[in-house]
């Protein structure tokens, strides 16, 4: 029997379905199911980091394993009762008040809300090697590496932003125009006085050493120009296809790195009964953010099925009990009159 044959024993319709198992989608799942939700996370297992030898700038697992920070949080998951199954869900599609799940192996589940952290896929420069270097010695972000590559020879592609950044770190910075737009005269003004080289024309290539360490960048005109680490800039691309049908859409990131789901403050899409955390509505969100994102929504979420609930309750009790509650207010005021709530009857009542 699969993980999801299980799960599907007994048709049960859970609380919320969280698609994506990374920082944001655990985050929220741990919440949902310490509040006594049903919680399903459906997680392909490919999280952004993994890469990475360490997550750095997380306050009190500083430099933890990313995927044993997984590990950690899918136990913990656990231990309030909610699932964690390995699994793509490829469509979400309305169904009632609630959610139908398919997965890419044809499994249908069915939940009331849904928790969308799916997270981002970096589109990366297209220089040949590079891509097989990503979070080794082809990096993005100084939070996450700038420590560890201090007063290394860095080389930056393309982007003057960048080039900041890593000066900050290290005094041997170049940036390599590659195809990027021409600098301004300020912008050329400023790396000339921070001292960082500038190298003209398109890279083509990466050299490696014996040790499969980085060791140049490859210009068009054959030239290399020794680097240790070359810092990049991708293009952050929301993994939230998917939601198309239910007609949660992407926007152009106001800073145009990229494209991501919109949300309110509470992760809310705007489509009912349907929240997003993390990367994939805050492309920029480190593991820490993603991890406040997801506990966020997953907050939202309680209070919207807590509504729903206390909605299906009382209305329940109307249709269907003999003597409601509001019957019974109605019934002591025709009997008890003016004495309804005994207050003028009690000792001491005026
Ligand atoms: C190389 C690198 C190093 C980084 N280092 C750091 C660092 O040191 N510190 C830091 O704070 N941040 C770091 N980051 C950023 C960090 O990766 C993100 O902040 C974090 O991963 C966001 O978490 P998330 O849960 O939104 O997405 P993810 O961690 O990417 O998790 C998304 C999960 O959803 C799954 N998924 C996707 N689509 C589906 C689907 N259709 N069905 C089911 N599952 C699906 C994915 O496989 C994945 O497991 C780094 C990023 C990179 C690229």
Redesign the pocket.
Known sequence: MSEFELIRDGEQTWDVVV???????LSGALNLARVRRSVLV????????A??A?????LGREGISPLELLRLGREEVASYGGRVVS???TRISRDGAGFRVVTEDGQHLRTRRVLV???LV?VLPDVPGLAER??RDVLH?V??HGWEVRDKVIGVLGNFHQALLFRQMSKDVTLFLHTARELTDEQWEQLAALGVAVVDGEATGLEVDSQDQLAGVRLASGKVVPVQQLVVAPRFLA?GG?LRELGVTMREHPMGLGEQLQVDASGFTGVQGVWAA???SDVL????A?AAAGTTAAAAIHMDLLKADAEAAARAAKDGEVFSGAMEAEVSRRVLGSRAHGLGSLPGGN
Do not use: S
Not at 19 to 25: I, L, N, P, Q, S
């Open positions: 698609v994506g198992g990374g920082t944001a989608g459906i997680d392909k297992g490919e999280p952004r980091n890469p990475a360490g997550a750095h700038g997380v699994g793509q869900v952290t799916t997270g970096d990503w979070g972000c939070y996450c993994r998917f993390g990367n994939v969100a480190g593991v820490p993603a």
